[in-house]
C-alpha cells in the first residue's frame, strides 16, 4: 500500500505563484511516474504534468512554460512550481503515482484557487 500526502495548495492572486508538493511513503522500492492531474468543476481530470524516474518530464499544453515539476527520488517526493497563475488554474490538484508493477495511486487532492 502506498500513501500519498499533498501540500502547498491555497489561494493566490493571477500572476503568483504557488509550489506544491506531494510525498510517497509505504510498500516502496521504486516509483516509475509521479505527476499531477487536476479538476475543475464540472470539468474532467486533466494532465498538468508527468515526470519519470529519469527525470523525463511531460506537461499539459496550458501549463508549459509556466510550470515545472521535479522530484527527489531519495525522498519519494514530487514538486509542482507553478508560476504566473491564471484564474482557469483554478481547480483541485492531485498527485499520482504509477510503480513499476503498473500499481497506481492517487493522493486526496490539494486545492488551487487563482482569484483577486
Known amino acids: 500500500q502506498v500513501q500519498l500526502v499533498e501540500s502547498g495548495g491555497g489561494l493566490v492572486q493571477p500572476g503568483g505563484s504557488l509550489t506544491l508538493s506531494c510525498a510517497a511513503s509505504?510498500?516502496?522500492?521504486?516509483?516509475?511516474?509521479m505527476g499531477w492531474y487536476r479538476q475543475a468543476p464540472g470539468n474532467q481530470r486533466e494532465l498538468v504534468a508527468t515526470?519519470?524516474?529519469?527525470?523525463?518530464?511531460k506537461y499539459g499544453d496550458s501549463v508549459k512554460g509556466r510550470f515545472t515539476i521535479s522530484r527527489d527520488n531519495a525522498k519519494n517526493t514530487v514538486y509542482l512550481q507553478m508560476n504566473s497563475l491564471k484564474p482557469e488554474d483554478t481547480a483541485v490538484y492531485y498527485c499520482?503515482?504509477?510503480?513499476?508493477?503498473?500499481?497506481?495511486?492517487w493522493g486526496q487532492g490539494t486545492q488551487v484557487t487563482v482569484s483577486s
Open positions: 499520482n503515482v504509477l510503480l513499476p508493477s503498473a500499481l497506481n495511486y
Open positions: 515526470i519519470t524516474s529519469g527525470r523525463s518530464t
Open positions: 509505504g510498500s516502496i522500492f521504486s516509483i516509475y511516474v
